[in-house]
């Protein structure tokens, strides 16, 4: 999934001030058993989708609707400080009685960087993923000498049965955060049922005290999959 909108000439000098950041989270629903293709559309790019498939059993009526396709994250100038974004309206409902789970994953490693950044997570043009193991984690800055990116997860159940694996992202008083993969991460996953569940991305960025940055606008590319639990 790309991500990009503003483009600026890149200034090859670290500085403490980042100009902006964009991220895109855009999708389309794609359904193996036409008849039950009820699923919302939305724009796309070649690698920018959202991939659902659906078993083949009888009295499964799935529906996907795409969250917010664009989102921008706020400046980062001072350090330490936290600037975060949500992507919000996520919305998967379904009947299938064994459940789905919700996968997210980055296309690039790492997930946030300049225009002409190379793959790596020493590029100086590109953010250093958020802590990628034991996590969700709480946000700190410890341990990173350069600008960090990570997101959490958030899932409102109406309905039917409460979303599963959500305790793992904290609340939203004390999120909790992870650094995005090229390998997908269960965000939540549903026990089955009928009812629709509406997840929430919150997007961090920050440079750590002491760190610095260089200067320019980010991008990141993100993919959300919803996959049946058989």
Not at 24 to 41: I, K
Not at 70 to 83: A, K, Q, T
Not at 107 to 114: K, Q
């Amino acid at each position: 999934m790309t991500a990009l909108a503003i483009r600026r000439p890149r200034r090859r000098r670290l500085d403490p001030t980042l100009l902006g950041a964009l991220v895109l989270l855009a999708g389309l629903a794609t359904w193996t058993m036409a008849p039950l293709a009820t699923g919302a559309l939305a724009p796309v790019t070649s690698d920018t989708r959202i991939e659902v498939t659906v078993p083949v059993a009888t009295s499964v009526t799935p529906g996907w609707q795409t969250g917010d396709a664009s989102v921008r994250l706020p400046n980062v100038s001072i350090p330490n400080v936290p600037s975060d974004v949500t992507s919000a309206g996520w919305k998967m409902s379904t009947n299938w009685a064994n459940g789905y789970e919700v996968r997210i994953r980055a296309t690039t490693d790492p997930a946030l960087r300049g225009q002409n950044a190379v793959d790596g997570k020493g590029a100086r043009s590109a953010f250093a993923d958020y802590r990628t193991t034991s996590c969700p984690c709480p946000w700190s800055g410890d341990g990173f000498d350069k600008a960090m990116f990570g997101y959490s997860v958030s899932v409102v159940s109406a309905g039917g049965r409460t979303a599963l694996d959500t305790s793992k992202w904290g609340t939203a008083k004390e999120r909790k955060w992870r650094g995005f993969t090229k390998g997908s991460y269960r965000a939540y996953s549903t026990a089955g049922g009928t009812g629709q569940y509406t997840m929430a991305v919150h997007l961090r960025s920050m440079i750590p005290a002491g760190g610095t940055q260089v200067e320019g606008s980010y991008r990141s590319g993100l993919v959300v999959s919803a996959h049946p639990l058989l």
